[in-house]
């Protein structure tokens, strides 16, 4: 063999049939870089995502995919070992009657608009584990000019050189460097089990934003994002977003960029793979406007904190025929702590309603919470400042770990119905300001999560009258 080269392959390899793939090749300082995927365009802008290659520049061959039976004992060729009919006998006598076919179609078919000389082939070589191995080959290619057999015609047809040896063929060893979801989530730790699920997430604060970073990163096919406000300099250091997301600016546009539109182009940039769908509108208007059931929306997640529209949500979700499970999340002041709330998750009983006493004649209060009634946590920096509620990333953070861990479960049909989750913080810097915990506070770990199912009110007006499993 020639010296070898790398690919960095798309490849989905639970499919079991001979196939044709695209492969792109370009020099990048003084090197070359070959980017090989199946035929499917939406994958033209992850390529140029991912590698920063414009396929439309990029020289095209052609790259057969080529899966050995099961059973196949084969030792990859290492640095080269094989020569051209070693290569091919290997393949050949350990490929199904099937696959065998299907290379003798593909290859008889004309090519277009691929270098035609040059050919690669990957083969995917299955091991007792399971899994597939991938080993390929560059290989001089074979044109036959039939100009000669029909005048008229300027056709050549490009021959494989399995189905006919070039006088001198050069083979080339490939090293190949996968880049398939499915394989970049069985090596690091994500849920393959989240490939087809669908999150709502409405609300993209701080808490939110990471939720739906989380999401993305854990391998979740679709998020709906739902945020109606734009990225802001004082959201910087406790958002997911960064400085560079405060403006979407050109040479003829500058205008503050809505959060919905910021997350959307930083999970394209970092998690290509997940889909993103951006609504840049309240959350009360996607629930008129956009069917919300459990066959279109696996999970939604409501990170707006706000009580009032966080009942008013709850409400309509409870009035749905077919509710998907649905989780609230908020983060309390100061670094005391966070809660993540599950609803609708396989029965009705137990809904954010039950946190709050209905009909209160003094302000509502979550009798969740780890801060006391009646205290005021908000801050402004300037006299004519807006007004915040002061916590830190980490508190975000924590709280959105905490909600996905508790989404991902769900997902996964783990939780069981629909329990209160809460983590809890040091108190130190709490107690230096003045302010004073609940006794609930003050339960252990364990007691928070021995309790996690006793909010339930028993007299809500929004879950208690509709009690009872919703699985179908």
């Known amino acids: 063999m020639g010296g070898a080269i790398t690919i960095y392959a798309y490849i989905d390899t639970t499919e079991i049939t001979v196939r044709e793939l695209d492969l792109w090749s370009t020099k990048v300082d003084k090197k070359y870089l070959k980017v ?19 396929v439309k520049k990029a020289t095209k061959y052609r790259c057969l995919y080529i899966p050995l039976k099961e059973g196949t004992f084969l030792l990859p060729p290492l640095n080269g070992e094989w020569s051209f009919v070693e290569l091919k006998d290997n393949i050949f006598s350990n490929l199904s009657e099937e696959n ?24 995917g070589l299955p091991n007792s584990s399971g899994n597939v191995s991938l080993f390929g080959c560059g290989l001089d290619g074979n044109v036959i000019n039939l100009n000669s057999f029909k005048k008229k015609s300027r056709i050549k047809k490009q021959i494989h050189p399995f189905v006919l040896k070039p006088k001198d063929t ?39 934003s990471e939720v739906a970073m ?13 945020d109606f406000d734009d990225m802001a300099f004082e959201n910087v250091h406790r958002h997911a977003l960064g400085i560079d997301r405060v403006f979407l600016a050109n040479d003829e546009l500058f205008f503050d960029c809505p ?37 279109d929306i696996d999970l939604i997640v409501i990170a707006i904190g706000s009580p009032n529209n966080e009942m008013r949500i709850n409400k309509r979700l409870f009035e749905l025929p077919d509710p998907p499970p649905t989780i609230y999340t908020w983060v309390e002041p100061l670094g005391i702590g966070g809660h993540t709330l599950v609803t609708l998750n ?10 709050y006493k209905a009909d209160e004649e003094s302000p509502i209060y979550n009798r969740s919470a780890f801060a006391q009634q009646g205290q005021d946590f908000s801050k402004t920096i300037t006299g004519c400042g807006s007004v915040f509620t002061p916590y830190n990333f980490l508190d975000s953070e924590r709280t959105a770990i905490l909600t996905v861990e508790a989404g991902i479960k769900v997902l996964m049909d783990k939780m069981v119905s629909n329990p209160l989750l809460s983590w809890k913080g040091e108190d130190d810097l709490f107690r230096e300001n003045g302010y004073k915990t609940t006794i609930r506070y003050s339960f252990s770990h364990e007691k928070l999560n021995g309790t996690k199912h006793l909010y339930k009110n028993e007299n809500c007006p929004v879950c208690s009258k509709q009690g009872g499993s919703i699985h179908q």
């Open 36 to 54: 090989a995927a199946e035929k499917t365009k939406t994958l033209e802008e992850t390529i140029d995502i991912v590698f920063g290659l414009d």
């Open 100 to 123: 065998k076919k299907e290379f003798n179609r593909i290859v008889k078919r004309p090519v277009k608009d691929v270098h035609p000389v040059f050919e690669y082939v990957i083969v």
């Open 170 to 208: 050069n083979l080339y060893s490939a090293k190949i460097k996968r880049w398939h979801p499915e394989y970049l989530l069985n090596r690091t730790g994500g849920n393959r089990k989240l490939k087809d699920k669908h999150i709502l997430i409405a609300g993209l604060g701080s808490v939110g």
């Open 214 to 226: 989380r999401f993305a990163k854990a391998g979740v096919k679709k998020l709906s994002l739902v």
């Open 259 to 295: 959060k919905v539109w910021g997350l959307k182009a930083e999970i394209s940039r970092k998690y290509p793979f997940t889909e993103v769908e951006t609504h840049l509108k309240c959350i009360f208007t996607i629930l008129d406007e956009v069917k919300i059931s459990k066959s």
């Open 346 to 355: 396989g029965e009705k009983e137990g809904c954010y309603q039950c946190l």
